[in-house]
């Protein structure tokens, strides 16, 4: 009886070694592209949120990722200054102090308090402030890649998804020849979404398939920068997030698809 539970145990051991020695090979990769062939100068990339940290809980591994590039020059637009508990000015300022751990500068953060944008489960948010607020931010910057959140919003929060929807009319009416390139951050299940950096083994082909459609995934070793960024959220650095943190694939893996438009879809829509 002892041998096939040693046997057993000894499989267990060897999976979890190789598991782990193959997650830690691609820490360091990201297979998005980031910086278009030929850019010259940095590439500005538009990263769009609803709430101040979103970006330290789901985005880490990605802005790592840009920052060890040197490639580019990241700004957040965040579109409600998360004032559901009526800390919306203190959460826009520690939004100020916890984008610098992840590469972006205090000057390239915007953090929208619009009536019509409002932090909330409940809140219905302007899809028309929305879409201005985006379009601007391009113009503006110049921006050439624009990343966010994908239809489920990682959490399903109703203001992820309603920045997901205002990014992807953006995309839409964008003309064909536009040189902006948009980008959905891959919801998963709540298995997978707590695997930690057991995800990115089973991710592999995945992120494969991903690439060939013109999106990818960046892995990093993310935990230590977004917990850290956390911390300058104090407000919202309570122990359930602290355990997200170290938990999550969004502190390893962000796997990325670009935005499709599909005209059926749309048409239904409208
Ligand atoms: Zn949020």
Request: a negative charge.
């Amino acid at each position: 009886m002892a041998r096939p539970l040693a046997l057993a145990s000894s499989i267990l051991v060897g999976a979890v070694a190789i598991t782990a020695c193959l997650v830690y090979s691609m820490l360091g990769s990201c297979t998005l592209e980031i910086a278009p062939a030929g850019a010259s100068g940095p590439v500005p990339i538009l990263l769009v949120t609803a709430h101040p940290d979103d970006e330290a809980m789901f985005f880490a591994p990605s802005l790592l990722a840009v920052a060890r590039a040197n490639c580019c020059r990241v700004f957040i637009l965040c579109l409600s200054n998360g004032n559901a508990d009526g800390l919306g000015p203190l959460r826009a300022v520690e939004l100020l102090a916890a984008a610098p751990l992840l590469g972006v500068q205090p000057t390239d953060v915007s953090v929208v308090d619009d009536p019509g944008l409002q932090d909330g489960k409940k809140q219905r948010w302007d899809q028309a402030t929305a879409r201005q607020l985006i379009r601007t931010a391009i113009q503006e910057h110049g921006v050439q890649m624009v990343l966010t959140f994908d239809g489920d919003g990682v959490s399903g929060h109703p203001n992820h998804k309603a920045v997901h929807e205002a990014v992807r009319a953006v995309a839409q009416e964008a003309p064909a020849a536009t040189p902006v390139r948009y980008w959905e951050l891959l919801s998963m299940g709540v298995v997978r979404k707590f695997l930690g950096p057991l995800d990115v083994a089973f991710s592999i082909f995945e992120c494969q398939t991903l690439h060939r459609m013109g999106g990818g995934c960046c892995i990093e070793g993310a935990a230590a920068a977004s917990a850290a960024s956390m911390r300058q959220h104090a407000s919202q650095n309570v122990w359930f997030r602290r355990w997200f943190v170290l938990l999550s694939r969004y502190s390893y893996i962000n796997s990325w698809r670009p935005i499709m438009i599909e005209s059926e879809s749309l048409d239904s829509e409208s």
